[in-house]
């Protein structure tokens, strides 16, 4: 049986002209989620035609930076195909921890050209904004939110609403509106049970809150920098429309969260909204085949909905990776087979199909896409109007001291938005020094 | 004995290695068989030490292929004037004050309890020391379900004897009760440590010093003060040597019950050392951040056991 296996798998490289003769054992690093359930049934496709084998080692959301990057960091041969966060990228390119693609993409005819602008920027290009690539867009990924659609069609909620606010309870479509829903849902008998207004990320530890108040900062206009001299950051990071956005975070998270929600991020989110506590939550899109497919708040009783603008624009937190070559890797030619593999637009459509949100312009603006699933046309929506955290090689100071300075401020309500943003810049400021970008 | 012993084993030592031994002075023989430890001990303590002091005196990031400059105190100086760092010391040395201080008066209360005899003594003292039978990571997940305000068996007893709303309070998401939800675990956790201890003091007490007492007509309460504080007296200062120590290193129960938060609320100084070293990758200045803890631990032990050894002298 395994000696038919192995001529089976030498006959199918010859096959695929691949060049590659002996057949490996590749290992691929990610996050575990859902999404890597579906990456492994999508991964038997490329063991059969390839004849290489594969083996997963997946971390949960809260240690997969700390293990991933002490793996890159150390020189580990642990992983060969990373699909690393997309602020990693910097680091990535700059500490030599990924292969530069350029040539393989040219070599292979795959173009960068041919997936969603936002995700080339935010999981492929460093520095952003110029043609060096790291990785191959995997997955592409947003924060969006869901609301329980079947509340909000119960008749005497849609009354209770319009007397108490003048409009009917509908998705909202301004922050200002999103805060007035879940503060009408906060506390309030639904079924029977009492529930609460949105679960939101607060997470302290890993990137959670930051993941989460950046959805508010970005739409009231706050910026990293200046557009027009990188590293300025007083008066972008730390402007007043920046310090509205921190106190309307706050003011959502004091008026209309579930008691104990202090260190929320996507499981506990997920948690809270499966369970009937709450009207909305936050969360990556990920979540939503996940969501659809529930017994209790799936099909016709959940929706979708883009995170809603505010007075400086609207946008979203991008979330989502690239996939990348790890350096230290010994088989880096089987790993590249992987990433042709998987570049394959009849690849990447079984992806979509099986949950993986693909990155690929020939799957997402399919005429089909839009109505393939309820989520489908929130994923593109969100996906038009993205932003990401900053992806430099130091991104992780820079990560943890927001999450020091946010936290502070929204969950033990220390200080003030003004203070909580100023300390950050002077913070920030400091990471760049010791960097010499400043 | 000890002589034919030694004469038994020179007897069967085969002549070759005694010819090589030969010559070799009883100095030169005992740093043969003390070179392994010592080496092992330069290896795995010292040297890293020392490899630590020189880095706390450079800006090097382990995850950077950059040139590492020499920078002198400037670390230091960082650390020491950070407010942050302090606010850090301050929630850590509450942790330490009221863990040992709860730990100890319930762990001796206990004790003192058990140490009477009554039915059922042997199965209430397996009870009592499970808690610390658990990982830590596990009691600190599974407290966070008992601290849930909707569901959380914590705030329902609370609710239940002060009448308040169960869900109208957060153990862990709130600054004022945060720095007490991890005590309350804490003491939950290792109070039966310092109990087995000073359960091990009070039955080294001899019977007869207390039926001296009987005799002298001494009543129980002077009993209590001048025979049995006094003679625990040097398990429960060993008792607060190991809890502190393990407290000040604290970590992995607290980072599951409230990751260091709200806030910067229960950031202990081990939770801000590995942000500092291992996810900010800030080596340089972890390495100063780790000398200061190290010369602050190893300075306040070192008064400690002298005021130990003192105590166990008279």
Redesign the interface.
């Known amino acids: 049986m395994k000696a038919r296996h192995l001529v089976s798998s030498a006959v199918a490289a010859i096959v695929a002209g691949s060049g590659s003769v002996m057949a490996e054992d590749l290992t691929l690093c990610w996050a575990s989620w859902d999404p890597a359930n579906a990456l492994i049934e999508l991964s038997k496709d490329f063991e059969e035609q390839s004849g290489h084998s594969m083996s997963f080692e997946f971390v949960p959301w809260p240690n997969f930076?700390?293990r991933m990057?002490?793996e890159l960091?150390s020189g580990g041969k642990l992983c060969d195909l990373m699909i690393g966060d997309s602020q990693w990228i910097g680091?990535g390119a700059?500490?030599?921890h990924y292969i530069k693609l350029n040539d393989f993409f040219e070599a292979e005819g795959i173009t960068m050209d041919d997936f969603i602008p936002a995700t080339v920027t935010g999981y492929s290009e460093w520095p952003k904004g110029t043609p060096n690539y790291w990785a191959l867009p995997a997955f592409g990924d947003v924060v969006g939110w869901t609301y329980r659609k079947d509340w909000f069609a119960k008749p005497e909620l849609q009354a209770a609403f319009k007397e108490a606010y003048g409009r009917d309870l509908a998705v909202p479509t301004t922050l200002a509106e999103l805060k007035d829903i879940a503060e009408f849902f906060q506390g309030r008998e639904v079924d029977g049970t009492k529930v609460y207004g949105a679960a939101i990320y607060t997470?302290?530890?890993s990137e959670g809150i930051t993941m989460g108040v950046t959805n508010a900062l970005y739409n009231y206009g706050f910026e990293y920098t200046n557009p027009d001299k990188p590293y300025d950051l007083e008066g972008y990071v730390n402007s007043d429309a920046a310090v509205e956005g921190l106190e309307f975070y706050k003011a959502l998270y004091d008026c209309c969260t579930?008691?104990?929600?202090?260190?929320w991020y996507m499981s506990e989110n997920i948690d809270a909204y499966k369970s009937g506590?709450v009207a909305m939550q936050m969360n990556f899109a990920f979540i939503w085949p996940g969501v659809n497919a529930d017994a209790n708040v799936g099909g016709d009783k959940s929706g979708y909905f883009a995170n809603p603008k505010g007075p400086g624009g609207q946008f979203a937190q991008l979330g989502g990776q690239g996939i990348s070559v790890v350096a230290y890797s010994d088989k880096q030619d089987a790993a590249l087979e992987y990433i042709k593999w998987f570049a394959q637009p009849e690849i990447q459509s079984t992806w979509w199909e099986l949950g993986g949100y693909s990155a690929l312009k020939a799957v997402v603006e399919d005429p089909g896409f839009a109505t393939s699933q309820p989520y489908a046309q929130t994923f593109l929506d969100s996906m038009a109007i993205v932003k990401d955290f900053w992806a430099e090689?130091v991104y992780?100071?820079l990560l943890?001291a927001m999450q020091?300075r946010v936290?502070?401020?929204v969950?033990?309500?220390?200080g003030t938005a003004k203070e909580a943003l100023d300390g950050l810049v002077e913070d920030w400021t400091e990471v760049f020094e010791?960097e010499g970008k400043m | 004995m000890v002589t034919s012993t030694l004469e038994r084993a020179a007897e069967a030592t085969p002549p070759g290695a005694a010819r090589r031994i030969k010559g070799l002075s009883d100095r030169a023989i005992a740093w043969i068989f003390v070179a392994p430890s010592i080496f092992l001990l330069l290896a795995v303590n010292i040297f890293p030490l020392i490899w630590t002091i020189n880095l706390s005196f450079t800006n090097f990031k382990a995850n950077r292929n950059r040139e590492v400059e020499y920078i002198g105190l400037r670390n230091y100086e960082r650390i020491l004037t950070d407010a942050d760092t302090w606010a850090t010391m301050q929630a850590t040395a509450h942790f330490l004050f009221w863990t040992i201080a709860v730990q100890v008066l319930i762990g001796f209360t206990l004790a003192y309890l058990i140490n009477k005899k009554f039915k059922g003594n042997d199965m209430w003292t397996t009870i009592i020391v499970l808690p610390m039978m658990l990982s830590p990571a596990v009691v600190g997940n599974f407290w966070t379900f008992l601290y849930q305000p909707q569901i959380g068996l914590f705030n329902y007893v609370v609710a239940f004897f002060t009448g308040a709303d169960a869900s109208s309070f957060s153990m862990i998401g709130e600054v004022a009760l945060a720095p007490w939800a991890i005590v309350i675990v804490d003491t939950w956790m290792w109070t039966p440590f310092v109990m087995l201890i000073c359960l091990a003091g009070l039955r080294s007490i001899p019977e007869s010093i207390y039926e001296a007492a009987e005799c002298d007509r001494a009543s129980k309460w002077r009993q209590f003060w001048t025979i049995t504080i006094p003679m625990v007296l040097p398990f429960l200062m060993l008792a607060v040597l190991f809890r502190g120590i393990e407290n000040f290193k604290m970590f992995d129960l607290v980072v599951q019950l409230t990751g260091g938060g709200p806030g910067n609320t229960t950031t202990l100084t081990s939770i801000d050392l590995k942000r500092e070293a291992f996810e900010k990758w800030r080596t340089g200045y972890a390495s100063a951040y780790a000398v200061i803890l190290f010369v602050t631990v190893f300075g306040l032990a070192s008064i400690y056991v002298k005021a130990l050894n003192k105590v166990k002298e008279r």
Request: net charge negative; charged share 25%.
């Open positions: 930076a700390d990057l002490n960091n680091g700059e500490n030599g997470e302290r530890g579930p008691p104990g929600s202090s260190n506590q090689p992780a100071e943890l020091d936290h502070d401020y969950i033990a309500g220390n010791d």
